[in-house]
């Protein structure tokens, strides 16, 4: 069943509304049959948006609807076995595989490729992921990262049988990596490590990163740093920023970098949660929900650490912009230098590996 992509990575400077899950068991008891027939017919849009019960909106039914409106030359490119190994491109287990800039097939969605039902039922899967109040902004960095819409230059790749226990619907491009798994993918939330990022201004963002949807999570952890006494901002302050992808989990006994959430107040430690809250905002709430049950596993917050970078002030404009919030199998690091990048990788199990091969 797997196709074999060709290598079309494009590499940048710098880069070498709500809607709970369906369980995988049952979904498809939720899908009509007349749904698919209504792809070929070109009336998926309203059928799906306006006819159809709100259960019938759910990003993995709609994984099912795409995989069943494949011809057999679009599955042999862009539908994996789910233990699929790239070897030709040295990517590893496809699926698992998280970058700042690539393409996990060979064809946009918004290429003929695809007919225009097909990239309809995308966006919708993607519309489906994302918190509505973020469809706007997540569109706006699309258009300034990628020049064009939405699909314009992502790609998509499908593991498993949607159907089965395990599948993954995965969509990737410039400062993307998303995923939808229907929890799937054991242990991990978001079905795996997911990306994202914004270059609103430019290769090098000018001071205070205008026009930058993501700043403002930055801006909210700084605000814990403006809370930390003297003793405080010396535990907190690391010298040098580690290498961008390095999101490997270090388990229970590793040395977090940063200041423990244990030595804050509790007022600290409810900014803390307040940024926590704007980390997750973007990506609908079951996946929300997903994050918090894999961080509460590991001992919740109190089990990580704050790290601000003095390395990366890169306006001196007293703001770190580049920090990164670190538990057990919890990391979320955000680097904004020379623009926005943020790696995510959250698990209830330090054991799951990072792929960045």
Same mark, same amino acid.
């Given at each position: 069943m797997p196709g074999k992509p060709q290598n079309t990575s494009r590499p940048c400077p710098d880069c070498q509304g709500d809607q709970s899950f369906v369980?995988?068991?049952?979904?498809?008891?939720?899908?009509?049959?007349?749904?698919? *027939?209504?792809?070929?017919?070109?009336?998926?849009?309203?059928?799906?948006?306006?006819?159809?019960?709100?259960?019938?909106? *759910?990003?993995?039914?709609?994984?099912?609807?795409?995989?069943?409106?494949?011809?057999e030359k679009q599955r042999g490119d862009v539908c994996f076995d789910w233990d699929y190994v790239d070897d030709k491109r040295d990517f590893g287990l496809l699926r698992t595989r998280v970058s700042n800039n690539w393409e996990i097939t060979n064809h946009h969605v918004l290429s003929d490729f695809y007919t225009a039902d097909q990239q309809q039922i995308v966006r919708e899967i993607w519309e489906g992921i994302v918190n509505p109040e973020w469809h706007t902004r997540?569109?706006?960095?699309?258009?300034?990262?990628?020049?064009?819409?939405?699909?314009?230059r992502q790609s998509i790749a499908l593991f498993g049988n949607p159907g089965d226990d395990k599948f993954e619907f995965v969509i990737t491009g410039?400062?993307?990596t998303l995923r939808c798994d229907g929890n799937s993918t054991e242990h991990m939330a978001f079905g795996g490590p997911i990306f994202y990022?914004?270059? *609103? %201004?430019?290769?090098?963002?000018?001071?205070g990163h205008p026009g930058n949807v993501y700043w403002p999570q930055a801006q909210a952890a700084n605000k814990v740093y403006e809370m930390l006494d003297e003793k405080q901002r010396k535990l907190a302050e690391?010298?040098? %920023?580690?290498?961008?992808?390095?999101?490997?989990?270090?388990?229970?006994?590793?040395?977090?970098?940063?200041?423990?959430?244990?030595?804050m107040s509790s007022d600290q430690r409810e900014l803390v949660q307040q940024t926590l809250e704007k980390l997750i905002e973007p990506y609908r709430?079951?996946?929300?929900?997903?994050?918090l049950t894999c961080l509460k596993a590991q001992g919740g917050l109190d089990a990580c650490s704050l790290a601000f970078?003095?390395?990366?002030?890169?306006?001196?404009?007293?703001?770190?912009?580049?920090?990164?919030?670190?538990?057990?199998?919890?990391?979320?690091?955000f680097r904004g230098i020379p623009h926005v990048h943020v790696w995510v990788h959250v698990a209830d199990d330090p054991k799951v590996e990072l792929n960045t091969a």
């Open positions: 369980d995988r068991r049952n979904f498809l008891k939720t899908t009509a049959v007349g749904t698919v *027939a209504a792809v070929a017919a070109g009336r998926v849009g309203r059928i799906l948006l306006a006819d159809e019960p709100a259960e019938k909106k *759910a990003p993995e039914t709609l994984v099912k609807v795409l995989y069943d409106s494949l011809s997540v569109d706006k960095q699309l258009k300034d990262d990628s020049g064009g819409p939405f699909g314009a410039r400062h993307m990022g914004h270059a *609103a %201004s430019g290769f090098d963002e000018k001071p690391v010298r040098h %920023s580690p290498d961008e992808e390095k999101v490997g989990f270090q388990g229970a006994d590793g040395k977090l970098p940063g200041i423990p959430l244990g030595e709430k079951g996946d929300r929900d997903e994050v970078y003095t390395d990366s002030d890169f306006d001196k404009d007293g703001t770190w912009d580049n920090w990164r919030l670190e538990g057990p199998s919890f990391v979320w690091y």
